[in-house]
Each structure stands twice: as C-alpha cells, then as structure tokens.
C-alpha cells in the first residue's frame, strides 16, 4: 500500500492546474470551488406543460423514466420537452440554469401548466412531485405502502453519491488508481448491491409486499433506483461489471433486466435532447 505522501496545507487552495496529476481528473475542466452563474445564458421554453433541462446520466434518466412511462399511461399533461445541458461544457452554470437549480446540476424541471411556473431541481425532487401531481407510481395514502416508497426513494438519494462521486470516480475518472479510496468506495457499492439483492430476493419491486407479484407495485422507487443500480448490475457504468463481480447479485440482475425490458425504460434510456441554443 502507498505510504502517505500528502500534508494538507493550513488552508486548502484550489489547484488551478488541470493537466496536474493531482487536479487533472475528468472534471478538472468545469469543478470550481464556487457557486453561482458563470455566464449569461437564456434557456429555450418549447411548447409543452414541462420543460425538462437535464442529460443522459444516470441522474437524468430517472425523471425520463417516470416521463415516459406516464406517456405510456397517457397523461397528457405531463408531455415535456427536453434540452440537453452539456456539463463537460459548463452548461450548468449557464445564468437561466442557475435560476432553476442553484446547485447547477442535472436535472432540473419548470412546470408551466400552473402560474406561476414552478421550478424543480433534484432527481428525488421531481420525481415525487410528478408522482404526485399525477397521482400515479406512488402510493397516496399515508401507511405502510408510501411510507416504503419514500424510504426507498430517499435511499437511493442518499446513497448513490457513494457510487457515482466515490467508487465511479476512483476507478473510472481520477488521473491515477489509488488504492485506498478504492477499496474504500468498492466496499460500499458492493454492500449497497447486497441490500438491494437480498431485499429483491423476496419482492418483486422495491415497494412489493413480501412474496407478492404484481405490477402495480412498481413505483418511483424501482425507477430511480434501477437508474443507477439496475443500469450499474447491467454492466452499463464504469465498465466496471468485472470488478464488482455484479452478476453475482441474482435477484438484482433479475429485476433490473425486467425493468430494462419496459418500452418506457428503453425510450428514456435514449431519450433525445434538444439543443439549448441556435
Ligand atoms: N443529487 C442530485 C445530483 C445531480 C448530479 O450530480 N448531476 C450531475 C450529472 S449526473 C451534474 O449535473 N454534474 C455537473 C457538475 O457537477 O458540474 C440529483 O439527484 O439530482
């Protein structure tokens, strides 16, 4: 293992050398240690009830899904239109983003079928208030059945940076391998998969009673969860299937190949983006 060579300094500084070995990871170009709008940009409005601003991650796709598959219950007040925000670009910091979403990620969401328009960001977010609004793929009725949905759904919230910021970024994005925040974020991801596999061992959907079939338990839950775990078991992130040995979790693998299959999943998994400008 490496011996430690790093003594933080009293104050950080920001390294403002990209190509350094030491700040030169995929997101070296856009990372700031500031918030706030970085230039002027005016967002496209299209014509429909919902404007969606967001990208094809896995943090994006989760509110394709629910779009998509309440046009497949055909809600018509939930058509949208989307635009791609291209964060390598810096899109997020562009000046009418940072007015929807201070925090300057995807997705955000602006609602026009109320006055006035009411702005959303944050995937978990949107997700329950479209549910909500459109009373569908979330149980209603305090008890038992909403209060697992919203568990489930803040799970997912709450953990997925694990993933995605610790073990996606060690292994995929930073300059070099490091050994420690390896291990460190692999044995996470792999704990949460085994959470997930046991829990799918005796539930068809996140949010089934126990032993119980039936789709009218999938739910927000199974959509934003199989965003970034269902696509990770499927071998569709961080080419990283091998490593973490992801065919090992059965039951997860069988629920997100089921989840893959559906027509909404598919169109939201390639959804197409309209440009923002020209
Ligand atoms: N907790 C947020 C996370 C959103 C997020 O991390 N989005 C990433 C892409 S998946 C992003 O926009 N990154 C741009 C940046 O960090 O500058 C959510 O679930 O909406």
Redesign the pocket.
Same mark, same amino acid.
């Given at each position: 293992m490496d011996k430690q060579t790093y003594t933080p300094p009293k104050v950080w500084q920001m390294n403002t050398d990209a190509t350094d070995e030491k700040n030169g990871g995929k #997101?070296a170009g856009?990372?700031r240690p500031t918030a706030g709008a970085r230039h002027e940009q005016t967002l496209p409005v299209g014509d429909k009830p919902l404007q969606l601003y967001s990208?094809n991650? @896995?943090? +994006?796709i989760k509110v394709n899904i629910l779009l998509e598959e309440l046009a497949e219950c055909g809600v018509q007040e939930a058509e949208y239109d989307a635009y791609k925000i291209d964060?390598m670009a810096g899109d997020?910091f562009g000046s009418d983003f940072v007015d929807i979403n201070p925090n !300057?990620?995807? @997705?955000a969401l602006v609602d026009y079928s109320v006055n006035p328009p009411v702005t959303l #960001?944050? !995937? +978990?977010a949107i997700l329950l208030y479209l549910a909500e609004k459109f009373a569908k793929f979330v149980p209603m009725d305090q008890g038992q059945a909403r209060a697992t949905c919203l568990s489930w759904v803040m799970w997912q919230?709450g953990s997925a940076p694990y993933v +995605?910021g610790g073990f996606g970024h060690f292994y995929a994005y930073a300059p070099y391998p490091m050994e420690y925040p390896i291990n460190r974020f692999t044995m996470e991801t792999k704990r949460q998969l085994d959470v997930l596999d046991k829990h799918l061992a005796t539930h068809e959907y996140m949010c089934s009673p126990e032993h119980k079939q039936g789709e009218e338990y999938y739910t927000i839950a199974d959509m934003i969860i199989w965003a970034w775990y269902g696509q990770l078991a499927l071998g569709k992130l961080y080419n990283a299937s091998e490593f973490l040995d992801v065919a090992s979790y059965q039951h997860l693998q069988r629920w997100a190949k089921q989840i893959a299959e559906r027509p909404a999943v598919q169109r939201a998994v390639e959804l197409e983006l309209q440009a923002i400008t020209g």
């Open positions: #997101f856009t990372n990208l991650t @896995p943090n +994006g964060i997020q !300057s990620k995807i @997705p #960001f944050e !995937s +978990g919230m +995605g």
